[in-house]
C-alpha cells in the first residue's frame, strides 16, 4: 500500500480540494474576494442560494433546513474546508453544518468578527447590526462575552441593508435615511466599535462609516469580518497541510438556484471583478 | 341517484367550499382584504409561501415551479374557485396554475387591473409599476393592448418597494426618495393613469400617489387591483351559481410555509384586522 499516492487519499484530504463557500445569495462573494486575494492558488466551489434568497428575515427553523440543504450541494464538490459565507446561517445553524461535513472543517464569520471587534474595541462597548434572524438569535453578543465577559454588546436588526445592497444602492441618499434610522439607536450606546454583521454590508460600508460618525459624534470603527474569515481559512489549511501553492490561479466554480443572470450581474459589484462561468443546480 | 344531495357532488362545485387564494407572502392579504369586505359569508384558505418570499426578483422559471407547488396545496382543500393574488404568478405563470386547477376557475390581478386602466385612462398613456419579474414579462402591456390596441403602456420595475411594504416604511421619506426616482421616467412619459401591478404595493399607496402627483404636475388616476378582482370573483361565482350566501360570515384559513409569527404581525397592516389562527406546512 502506498499512501502518498494520491489516488489513495479522499479528495477532500488533498491541497488540491476546492475550498467550498456558500451564501443565501451574492452576499458571501464579500469573502470570496477576500479569499481569492489572500489564498490566490486556492480552488473555490461557492454555492448562492438565489431562488430562495434572502434567509435573514426567515425563521431559525428554515434557516436551518436551507443550511443544510446548502451544505449536501457542497459536500458532492468534496471540499476540504467549508466556509459559512452567510452570518444569518453562522448564527442560528453553524451545527447543522459541522454535523453534516462530518470531520471536514468549517468556518463562520462569527468567530473572526467577534474576536476582531473584541481586540479593537477600547470601551469594549460594541455595537453589532445584522440580519433580523442573527440579531434574534443573539449569537454576536455570546460569541463577543465569550472573548471578554466585560464587553457590553449593543444589537439593531437592518433588514432593508440586504435589499439595498442587492439593489445597487451602494450609495444613495435614501439609504443614508434609512442607516440613520437604524444606527441612531446604537450611536446613544456610545459604541467606539461597529460589527457589519451580515455579509451583504460591506458594499454599503462607506454609507454605514460616515453615518455613524456623524450621529456618533466621533469616530467607530467599523469591522468587516471577510478578511478575518479568509485570515482564518488560511491558518486552519496550514495547520492541515492541506494549503495550495501550486503556483497557478485556483479554479472558480459558482453555483446557484436560480437562473444565474442577475446573480451574475449583481456579483460583479460584490467581486470587483467580472466572473466566468456561473451554473444553475436545483436543491 | 340523487343529485341534489350534497354528499352526491364533489366539494368544490358546492357554495360553501372556500375560495382558494395565495401569494409569496403577505402582499396576497390586500386582496384577501377586499373579498371579506365584497363577500363576507365566503370560506376563504390563504396560503403564503413565506419561506420563499420574495418571487418578483427571482427568475420566470423558478416562479413557474413555486406557482406550481402553490397551487397543489390549495387544491387539497377544494376550492371552488382560485386567486393568484400575485402580480408576479399572474404574469408568468396563469397558464401553470390553470392546467393544475383542471377545471376550477382561476383568476389572476392581470385582467381585472389592465381592465381598469384601460377603462379610465383618457390620454391613453398608461404607467405600470411592479416587480422585476412582473415587468420583463410584458405581460401587462399584452393584456392593456388586448383591451385597447391604441394605448401606450409604460412600465417600470420597482424592487425595493416590497421590502419596504414590508418592513412597514409605509410613509418613511426614504420610501418617498426612492419613489421619486423609480416614478420620474414615468412622469416623464406623460401617463394619467398607473397601475400598481403588485398585491404588495397598496400599501405604499399614500407615497407613490402623492410622488405620482408631484412630479407628473397634475393627478394621476391610481390601479389598485384589489377591489377589480373581488368584483370579479363574485362575477364568476354568480355565474356558476356558487355564490355562499348563508348569511354566516365565512371561516378564514391562513396557511404560510415559514414559522407564522412575522406574517401574523406583518398581516395586521395588510389585512387592517386581527388574524386568527396561522398555520405552517412544508411543500
Redesign the interface.
Known amino acids: 500500500m502506498n499512501h502518498a499516492l494520491d489516488s489513495g487519499i479522499p479528495k477532500r484530504m488533498r491541497p488540491d480540494a476546492p475550498i467550498g463557500v456558500f451564501d443565501s445569495g451574492v452576499g458571501g462573494l464579500t469573502v470570496v474576494r477576500q479569499l481569492m486575494s489572500a489564498l490566490p492558488d486556492e480552488n473555490i466551489v461557492y454555492f448562492g442560494d438565489?431562488?430562495?434568497v434572502p434567509y435573514g428575515?426567515?425563521?431559525r427553523?428554515?434557516v436551518r433546513a436551507y443550511a443544510a440543504d446548502d451544505t449536501a450541494f457542497l459536500l458532492s464538490h468534496h471540499p476540504k474546508l467549508i466556509v459559512i459565507a452567510c452570518s444569518t446561517v453562522s448564527s442560528v445553524a453553524l451545527d447543522v453544518v459541522e454535523e453534516l461535513a462530518t470531520g471536514t472543517p468549517v468556518i463562520g464569520t462569527l468567530k473572526p468578527s467577534a474576536r476582531l471587534a473584541a481586540e479593537h474595541s477600547i470601551s469594549k462597548r460594541i455595537g453589532v447590526i445584522g440580519t433580523s434572524a442573527t440579531v434574534a438569535s443573539n449569537a454576536y453578543q455570546l460569541e463577543i462575552n465569550a472573548i471578554d465577559e466585560s464587553a457590553h454588546v449593543f444589537s439593531k436588526a437592518c433588514?432593508?441593508f440586504v435589499?439595498?445592497a442587492?439593489?445597487g444602492?451602494a450609495y444613495?441618499?435614501?439609504?443614508r435615511?434609512?442607516a440613520r434610522?437604524y444606527l441612531s439607536e446604537l450611536a446613544s450606546e456610545q459604541i467606539d466599535t461597529l460589527v457589519l454583521g451580515c455579509t451583504h454590508y460591506p458594499i454599503l460600508k462607506k454609507i454605514i462609516g460616515e453615518v455613524m460618525n456623524e450621529i456618533a459624534g466621533e469616530p467607530v470603527r467599523i469591522i468587516d469580518a471577510a478578511e478575518a474569515v479568509a485570515s482564518d481559512v488560511a491558518a486552519v489549511l496550514r495547520e492541515k497541510r492541506l494549503l495550495n501553492d501550486s503556483g497557478q490561479t485556483g479554479v472558480r466554480q459558482f453555483f446557484v438556484?436560480?437562473?444565474p443572470?442577475?446573480f451574475r450581474a449583481v456579483a460583479e459589484l460584490f467581486l470587483g471583478m467580472e466572473l466566468g462561468g456561473v451554473s444553475q443546480v436545483r436543491l
Chains 1, 2 share one sequence.
Open positions: 438565489t431562488a430562495r428575515t426567515k425563521s427553523e428554515t433588514p432593508l435589499p439595498l442587492e439593489e444602492f444613495h441618499e435614501a439609504t435615511l434609512i434610522e438556484s436560480d437562473v443572470q442577475k
